[in-house]
Each structure stands twice: as structure tokens, then as C-alpha cells.
């Protein structure tokens, strides 16, 4: 998924076109709790097209990683020129501010919102204290704010032979398990949220199904979960999942509650 700028538009206007269906649908009030946590999976997908323009543009090699900026807050690369912000002239411009940027702050301010949305599921679960329970969510994501520094490109072998956006860096000074703990980690607190708002039965089970199914093929295919990047693959598949709700909850009938 998501291997070039071509694959990552498409799949987000796959996801605005279903959450424009979405809220014109309006098959129940789950509906629009789908469509906005729709949307924070296709803010990926542009993170991920800036991403792959700047890696185009950056020379042999593509992107690459800035160590010195990871696990820090405060500095930043610089540019001296307009077209080093992409990464093209020196070795030091190729750290790329906005790669830096975006990889730094707005990926993880993207996965925020994924939680944010996610936590806001139409129920009587955890009523009036919503907020709190997002904001401690925002803890993983400061710690991957922290963390990150540019983005780069590594070797991947599924869905085909090639280069994926590695987001965040090189990390291959610490323990490998380390990391993906940390990621397993990540995904269970996911799991955790859908339970903890109120989703049962049929919809849980299409919320926890895809996840397992997202995890399981990156172990499987890559041996890692900490390919970030290929978690966009959510996007086809809740807009499928969302859109085919009258076949796998058919009884549900214009429901005014979840």
C-alpha cells in the first residue's frame, strides 16, 4: 500500500468519496462517527504524497534520515534555498525541513486525531469524561513526536519489491524488539479505545477484525509492525467495511443510536 504518490491519492479520494457517501447516507447516527474517523485516515495519505514529491526531489537515495534531530525537541534542520526544503543541494540540505516537519509534528499530530475520532463514538460509555480520556491519548503521540526526526526510504517486500517511507528515521541504534513492542503496544491501545466507547457485537468485530488483519499481514509480509506508512491501508479498508455495513448489519434498520 501507499507505494508511490499515484497509490496515495487514490486512496484518499477512495476515502472522500466514501465519507461524502457517508454523510449523505446517514443509514444511522454511526454513519457520521464514520465518516470523521474516515477522514483522519486520509490526512495520512497526503502526509505520505508530500512525503513522496520530497523524496523525488531529494536526489540518489531518496529521503533520508536526520539522527542528530531525533529524540529531541527544540532544533531543527535548516535550508539556505527554496529547493533545499525538498532536500536537493548538500548533504545537510538533504535532511529537509519539511520532511522533518511533517514527520516530526504532523504525523503525529494526524495519529492524535485518529484517536480523537475514534474516541468519539456515539454512545453512553465514559459520558462527560470524553475529553480526558482523549487527551491521554495524547501521550503515545508526544512520545512520538519526541522520537521522530525525517522520514526516510527503506527496502519493503509486500504488496511488491521496492521502497516504502520508513516514518520517523533510523532507529536501528536501539533493540529491534524495543521498537516493536512499542508499535504492538500502540495498536493494542487502538483495540482498548473501541472497547472502551461502547462499540459491541457486529460493529466492534468490524473495528477490531481489520486491525488484526492490518498487524497480522505486516508481520507476516515485513517481519515488522513499525512501517508506519503502510497502516494507510486503513483507508480502503474501513471504506469498504463502512459502506457495506447493510450487508454485515442488516437488521439495523435507520437507527437513531448506536
Known sequence: MCWNVQVSLASAAVGWATCLYLGVRQRSVRDAYYARYLLTFTFTQVADIILWMASEGSGPGGLQACKSYQFQFGSAPSSTSPSSLFGVGSAGARYAPLNFYISKYVIPLIVFSQHAMQLSYPSNAFKGKRIPLVLV?????????????????????FPRQGKTLFWGGDFSDYPF????????????????????????????????????????????????MDFGSKWCSYCLIYSAVYILEPVWLPDDKKTKSA
Open 137 to 157: 491519548h495524547a501521550i503515545p503521540c508526544l512520545v512520538m513526536s519526541f522520537c521522530f526526526g525525517c522520514t526516510m526510504l527503506v527496502d519493503s517486500v
Open 177 to 224: 524488539w524495543v521498537i516493536q513492542i512499542g508499535a504492538c503496544v500502540h495498536s493494542g491501545i487502538v483495540a482498548m479505545g473501541f472497547s472502551l466507547v461502547g462499540m459491541q457485537g457486529r460493529v466492534l468485530a468490524a473495528h477490531l477484525i481489520p486491525l488484526a488483519c492490518v498487524v497480522a499481514t505486516l508481520w507476516i509480509t515485513e517481519g515488522r
